[in-house]
């Protein structure tokens, strides 16, 4: 294998134009490359191409497991839980106190005790386990604090979905505890009980719950007192319950089969490199499928990352739609000026640390690619960022050469796939 290295000096005249060359226009489809002021520099375009073993086709996404499949799904359902700051704008940070748990939950055990002192322990573990017999399908759980260090309040609200309206009924049964007294309010609220009661992080926790057709919305509050949870709490699940009914179900009501969830949208997952081969049964999923795996909403990655600034930038761009395996991160803006400006505004949401060395890549035009160590904590990793009309991907990998060939894979494999 041909090693792949840097091409031109990584000095600080390389630095000094990434800022031209990421506001400069692509132009990947002619093969022309842009003007640069300064000191000529070879093309890397003019230089062959090196993917290593990565794959250079789009690929065709399936389901091997019903694992699989239900955690797409719970991608899908993302769109249909209301999130914490939906509640309370200032609930909107991730506490280091607290289990900040967002994403899909593929196995009911998700929601009980995780054996922590920062464990939500949203349902009891006893009861957790007596649900696993009632057809659970897939679910999908949003986390926030009103602080990162010194929080006052938390607040996690999810939906559940079960097999059918009458396993749904019978897991609520086990859900609802009658020792746990019922926050005022709640009996307003149709189909609702109280689940537990309890202390977490210094703070009172309340859970309460509620049955809508074969799903249920699960609400968790902690505050100063129980009385402040219990209205946070009910309150959420008011909103939730109303926020289910735009949920459109995919899949078969079986409790067996793989179910027919879409796997892939407007083929944004045929853009990605797929995830390595890990063990990831403990999720119920197969082996090049890694938790959190799948295609989702602008929205869902906020509820995730609660970074603000990328919230705005992807707002401004047009981020509408993203793939995500452990080998890439594909995004799509509205259009190619807005995938240069959202990448070029990455470096405050976390991307490449420009402070440092940056390279581009061989065999792909200089417009297109820009690599670099990463700029959050861990700057042992690189970071590899590719442009291709209103596509953007990122890749992350342990050594510049292995990032330089998924990167470069993933410009033939999009390359391939279309620019528009």
């Known amino acids: ?228 949870a219990g209205a946070l709490a009910v309150e959420a699940l008011t909103a939730q319950v109303a926020k289910a009914t735009s949920y459109r179900q995919n899949g078969v009501l079986s409790p067996t089969a793989v179910p027919s969830v879409p796997m892939d949208k407007d083929g944004i997952m045929s853009r990605t490199l797929a995830s390595p081969a890990t063990d990831n049964a403990v999720f119920g999923l197969s082996p090049r499928v890694a938790y959190f795996e799948g295609y989702y909403s602008r929205r869902t990655r906020y509820m995730v990352n609660l970074l603000p600034e990328w919230l705005n930038s992807a707002e401004a761009n047009g981020i509408d739609l993203i793939a995500e395996t452990k080998s890439a991160v594909v995004m799509r803006a509205r259009d190619h000026d807005a995938a240069v400006a959202f990448v070029r505004n990455k470096g405050k949401g976390g991307g490449v640390d420009t402070s440092a060395n940056v390279f581009y890549t061989p065999g792909i035009p200089r417009d297109n690619v820009l690599c670099g160590r990463e700029s959050n904590a861990d700057k042992t990793k690189y970071t590899c960022y590719l442009i291709l009309g209103r596509w953007t991907v990122q890749v992350h990998q342990s050594t510049l050469q292995l990032a330089q060939q998924a990167i470069s894979a993933e410009y033939l494999i999009n390359k391939a796939a279309g620019e528009n």
């Not at 520099?41 to 230089?47: C, I, K, L, N, S």
């Not at 359902?77 to 593929?106: C, E, H, N, Y």
């Open 1 to 228: 294998m041909k090693r792949s290295h840097p091409v031109g000096p990584p000095d600080p005249r390389v630095k000094r134009r990434l800022a031209a060359v990421l506001a400069l226009s692509l132009a990947a489809s002619t093969g022309c490359t842009a003007t640069i002021g300064g000191e000529a520099v070879p093309d890397p375009a003019a230089t062959k191409i090196d993917t290593g073993n990565f794959p250079t086709t789009p690929r065709t996404v399936a389901a091997v497991t019903p694992g699989d499949a239900w955690q797409q799904e719970a991608l899908i359902m993302a769109d249909s839980v209301v999130a914490p700051f939906d509640i309370r704008p200032t609930l909107s940070k991730r506490a280091t106190a607290i289990s900040m748990l967002t994403g899909p939950i593929t196995l009911v055990a998700g929601f009980g005790d995780d054996g922590s002192s920062k464990s939500l322990a949203l349902i009891p573990t006893d009861k957790v386990i007596a649900l696993g017999g009632f057809g659970y399908q897939t679910g999908f759980l949003a986390t926030a604090a009103d602080s990162t260090t010194n929080p006052t309040a938390f607040l996690s609200i999810g939906l559940l979905r079960f097999y059918s309206p009458e396993s749904a009924t019978q897991a609520l049964a086990i859900m609802r505890d009658d020792k746990t007294t019922a926050p005022a309010g709640l009996d307003a609220v149709a189909d609702a009980v109280p689940v537990s009661a309890g202390d977490r992080a210094g703070l009172q926790r309340v859970t309460v719950a509620a049955r809508r057709g074969n799903l249920i919305a699960l609400t968790a509050a902690a505050g100063p007192t129980a009385v402040e």
